[in-house]
């Protein structure tokens, strides 16, 4: 793979993307939960979770970088990470206190919850070891596919495997661009699908 190939898709599945990702994922299923909700309320949960989950966090790590807190958007070196993951943790906490008091499925704010869960954890692990980021968003969103699936008897397939073939090559790249070992990446994804997994199950 291409140094730039791994470098666009990296940004692409950064980890600050993926419980964005998650939502259009949710709410365009096929499902109960996803049918009942009006296209109004689903644009109202979209710009809800984008604000708190995507602008706010990246606008935050764009003042740590001016402030030389952090040296890149990509949060490279394990101890730079500590402030922007606690920042994102209690944001993603807020959004899941906003979805909560919606009139819709619990499913929407648990899977805010459990983005809480990795990132509290991640930070946690930071002050220990290095583990890839963005293999914990998308062992998470896996986690999450396949603990629906068998708690709600749905029939997610297509997604699971592109879950799964994405998390591959995302893996692949991350490890192109020397940006993690691989026992980073696969302790990551791990982390990730374990907690997701767990919480939906």
């Known amino acids: 793979m291409e140094e730039r190939s791994a470098k666009i898709l990296s940004l692409i599945f950064h980890p600050l993307f993926v419980p964005f990702y998650m939502l259009l994922i949710l709410l365009n299923v096929n499902t109960f939960f996803a049918i009942l909700i009006p296209v109004k309320v689903k644009l109202l949960l979209t710009l809800l979770v984008f604000i708190?989950?995507?602008?706010?966090?990246?606008?935050?790590?764009?003042?740590?970088t001016r402030l030389k807190v952090v040296k890149s958007f990509y949060l490279e070196s394990r101890e730079e990470r500590i402030y922007p993951l606690l920042t994102v943790a209690v944001l993603y906490y807020?959004?899941?206190?906003?979805?909560?008091?919606?009139?819709i499925s619990f499913i929407f704010s648990y899977y805010?919850?459990?983005?809480?869960?990795?990132?509290?954890?991640?930070m946690i692990i930071s002050f220990y070891r290095k583990i890839s980021l963005h293999m914990i968003g998308m062992g998470g969103m896996l986690g999450l596919l396949m603990g629906l699936s068998m708690n709600l008897n749905l029939d997610l397939t297509w997604y699971v495997v592109a879950s799964v073939i994405l998390s591959g090559l995302l893996g692949f790249?991350?490890?192109?661009?020397n940006s993690?070992?691989?026992?980073?990446?696969?302790?990551?994804?791990l982390v990730g699908a374990g907690v997701m997994f767990l919480?939906?199950?």
């Not at 805010?112 to 991640?122: E, Q, R």
């Open 173 to 177: 790249a991350r490890i192109q661009s």
């Open 112 to 122: 805010m919850l459990g983005s809480t869960f990795l990132t509290i954890l991640a």
């Open 180 to 189: 993690h070992k691989p026992s980073e990446i696969y302790s990551g994804f």
């Open 94 to 103: 807020l959004t899941y206190y906003l979805l909560k008091s919606f009139p």
């Open 52 to 64: 708190p989950s995507i602008l706010l966090p990246i606008l935050i790590v764009y003042l740590l």
């Open 199 to 201: 919480l939906f199950i």
